[in-house]
């Protein structure tokens, strides 16, 4: 039986603060163990947190760019479970008051199809600590990231796909990369990804039971286990049997899923405002003042490079996709280059470079104002497209003038014409039988001219000008 997909995401997003949500300590990743703690977020009895405002600022930024509506009085609420990663026996979360809620998120799911996805809300809490395992039979607990400030996204359940999911994800993740609130490097677990699935036969209303998928570490893993959860319930529902709700653990060496424990209702957890601390208040003022911090948004950019720079849509979901790589290619443009020229170079042999070296377009051997000298000496043909890829590479690696490689490693094109003229006359000697059929009108032998006066010229000779030559001297 076919039954209809409905996925919804709760993404953990961890804040890119300085200190703590309740207290001081770093926020650094990979220090030793337990060296960024302290009572208050080792959960001692008889401490009290303090709000880091930034938390506050950061919650609000994303939900802004979220279009969400923004709750000028929010509350905190402890959320008690008990696990050894969290020593205080209860995470301080929010619950029926979150700080931003009914938003919403445009992506591009198949054949370019805008859709609206609802964001039923954002709110903030504070992370867990880890536990490490692999100490013979025993576990350790790291409380570095315990008390880190966090933005947890929710989804409605509005995908109908595994690659609506996808999209959704990196489109939320460009988003909130933009906004410089998180990494979002899930490799390091700084964004972290739920999914809720569940399948109903098409056209029913209700939604079907639910499973919650945990830890996928990338896209990919986020939709290879989707399409498996996909396909069990697929089974489980085709054999006549019914689908528990349970919070199930990806394990991406196995390709599967385990159920890790039977779901637990958000009244298991009982839920309580938080008595330590004051109710959350700030001012339309406060968001107005935010709002005109924010930067231009992917959604925004994506218009406005379309407008500006004449770019297709392929060019403009590359550079966009970071916003360091759009500013720098704004930068080659500045410095006068031809923006469609300017984009191929970036998106082709920058990025290449950038991936293949594993550096930040900051780290970039080229600056833009090369980068857009070198595209200057092809446009103005004193040296050949496949020349410049040459020219390119030894950039990488060699600081000189552009005109300095240029010469050094002979590459400027021959556009004297008596030079030329003489090669082509010999050609015109060496190939009778071509030159004949040529004047007979069989025009395609123009390339294999073009071809022996590039040979003859090793590459050097402009395309543009050698044609006509050709055509004047064998031609007759
Ligand atoms: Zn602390």
Redesign the pocket.
């Known amino acids: 039986m076919q039954y209809e997909v409905v996925i919804g995401l709760e993404i953990h997003a961890q804040l890119k603060t300085e ?2 949500v ?4 770093k926020t650094i990743y990979g220090n030793s163990p337990n060296s ?7 959960g001692m009895p008889g401490t009290l947190p303090v709000l880091n405002e930034k938390v506050i600022e950061f919650a609000a930024k994303a939900g802004l760019a979220l279009e969400c509506k923004i709750r000028l009085n929010s509350r905190t609420a402890r959320k008690n479970y008990f696990y050894p990663d969290l020593s205080k026996g209860y995470q301080i979360s929010q619950y029926d008051e979150p700080m931003c809620e009914f938003g919403k998120i445009e992506i591009f799911s198949g054949e370019d199809r805008a859709k609206v996805l609802g964001i039923t809300r954002i709110h903030i809490e504070e992370d867990s600590g880890k536990s490490v395992h692999g100490f013979g039979d025993k576990t350790a607990v790291d409380f570095n990231r ?2 880190t400030g966090l933005i947890e996204i929710v989804s409605e359940p509005d995908m109908r796909s595994p690659e609506e999911a996808r999209a959704y994800l990196v489109k939320l993740k460009q988003i909130l990369e933009y906004l410089e609130v998180s990494d979002c490097n899930m490799e390091e677990g700084s964004l972290r990804v739920d999914a809720n699935i569940s399948l109903r036969p098409f056209g029913q209303k209700e939604l079907g039971t639910k499973t919650e998928m945990k830890n996928m570490n990338s896209f990919r893993a986020v939709e290879k286990a989707l399409y498996s959860e996909i396909e069990r319930q697929g089974k489980v529902l085709d054999n006549g049997g019914e689908i528990q709700q349970v919070t199930m653990l990806w394990n991406e060496n196995l390709n599967q899923a385990r159920v890790m424990r039977t779901k637990e209702d958000a009244h298991d957890y009982r839920y309580f405002p938080e008595p330590d601390l004051l109710p959350i208040e700030i001012t339309e003022g406060y968001l107005a003042d935010i709002k005109s911090q924010l930067p231009e948004l992917p959604d925004a950019k994506m218009r406005r490079f379309s407008a500006d720079y004449k770019l297709g849509k392929e060019a403009i979901s590359t550079l966009v996709l970071d916003k360091n790589w759009s500013a720098w290619f704004e930068e080659v443009v500045q410095a006068g280059s031809d923006p469609v020229e300017a984009s191929k170079w970036v998106t082709v042999e920058v990025l290449r470079v950038i991936k293949e070296r594993l550096i930040s377009i900051d780290e970039f051997p080229i600056s833009p104002l090369k980068l857009s000298q070198l595209i200057k000496e092809i446009e103005k043909d004193s040296i050949s497209k496949q020349a410049g890829k040459k020219v390119f590479d030894h950039m990488l690696d060699d600081h000189s003038d552009v005109s300095l490689i240029i010469e050094k490693l002979g590459l400027k094109q021959v556009s004297d014409t008596r030079n030329l003229e003489v090669i082509i006359r010999d050609i015109k000697e060496k190939y009778s039988t071509e030159v004949s059929r040529f004047q007979n009108g069989e025009s395609k032998l123009l390339g294999f001219f073009m071809g022996q006066v590039m040979k003859e010229s090793q590459g050097k000779a402009n395309p543009k000008i050698i044609a006509p030559l050709i055509q004047k001297i064998i031609g007759d």
Do not use: E, V
């Open positions: 200190s703590k309740f207290c001081g300590c960024q703690t302290c009572p208050i977020c080792l315990c008390g």
